[in-house]
């Protein structure tokens, strides 16, 4: 794996948020991928929540600036990039005013999912893909984390199936057993038909529960990984029927498995 490219996408990371299985996953393969020669890149929101002067963000003029539609609204994309002290590892943040300033990540003070929780979804997919465009940084795998990324691996299949940069790519979903209660914005299967995906694409998201959303990433997606030990039936069922390359949980190496389930994946033609 010594110089691959390997794109973290995740909506938790480690030190930037507090300590959860998702976010210290995310942040720990990623470290240990960097560790062995794997050239990395790590990508998150830009929650409100995040002390920007604490971990020395600041923006990156040359690929902020473009406006990314959602929904017929143009969103202005502003990157914003920090290195993990002491591991030489650059993160990426995608801001926008209205969808990230606020101070807090999913739900608000009475613990209520944002309302446009959906359009926030569909602003970070799309704002990973054209930022790693403007990078002109190719990556052999696409590793997805949290189901806040979970719309990446439909839109690299579909809205950007025609983007050479990414014909090679795999993309890889690790699947936690986080769910949120109720539903995303019961709009969200047609707002993501508005960048001409087909129906049959997003039949999965037409109710868009925890476990939906996750279905979506999963059968979008060239390989599976369980990042909880336990997982629900239905999740765990849908995984196994869709017959693609499976890592499963890993209690205390998420070193040497990983790399290697990496290594088989790009072996596969």
Same mark, same amino acid.
């Given at each position: 794996m010594k110089d691959k490219r390997i794109l973290y996408v995740s909506s938790e990371v480690i030190p930037y948020l507090p300590e959860t299985e998702l976010s210290s996953t995310a942040f720990n393969v990623a470290k240990n991928s960097h560790s062995k020669g794997v050239q990395t890149r790590i990508f998150m929101p830009r929650y409100g929540v995040i002390n920007e002067r604490r971990h020395q963000l600041h923006e990156v003029i040359r690929l902020s600036g473009m406006n990314l539609i959602v929904n017929d609204m143009d969103m202005p994309l502003i990157i914003k990039v920090a290195s993990i002290p002491k591991e030489r590892m650059q993160v990426y943040f995608i801001d926008n005013e209205e969808y990230f300033k606020r101070k807090a990540v @999913?739900?608000? /003070?009475?613990?209520?999912l944002f309302s446009d929780n959906d359009e926030r979804a569909i602003f970070f997919a799309k704002g990973v893909v054209e930022t790693v465009k403007k990078l002109n940084w190719a990556p052999d795998i696409i590793h997805v984390h949290g189901w806040l990324a979970s719309l990446l691996p439909l839109y690299l299949k579909e809205f950007y199936k025609e983007e050479p940069l990414f014909t090679e790519s795999k993309i890889i979903t690790s699947v936690y057993n986080n769910p949120f209660e109720g539903e995303l914005n019961s709009e969200l299967a047609a707002k993501v038909k @508005?960048? /001409?995906?087909?129906?049959?694409?997003?039949?999965?998201?037409?109710? %868009?529960?925890?476990?939906?959303?996750?279905?979506?990433?999963? /059968?979008?997606?060239?390989?599976?990984?369980?990042?909880?030990? /336990?997982? %629900?039936?239905?999740?765990a069922s849908f995984i196994t029927a869709q017959n693609k390359p499976v890592l499963e949980f890993q209690t205390d190496d998420l070193k040497e498995p990983y790399l290697n389930f990496y290594t088989d994946l790009l072996s596969v033609n």
């Open positions: @999913f739900t608000d /003070e009475d613990d209520q @508005f960048d /001409e995906i087909a129906d049959d694409k997003i039949a999965t998201i037409q109710s %868009p529960t925890h476990t939906n959303i996750l279905k979506s990433a999963i /059968e979008n997606s060239d390989a599976i990984i369980y990042g909880s030990k /336990e997982m %629900p039936d239905d999740i």
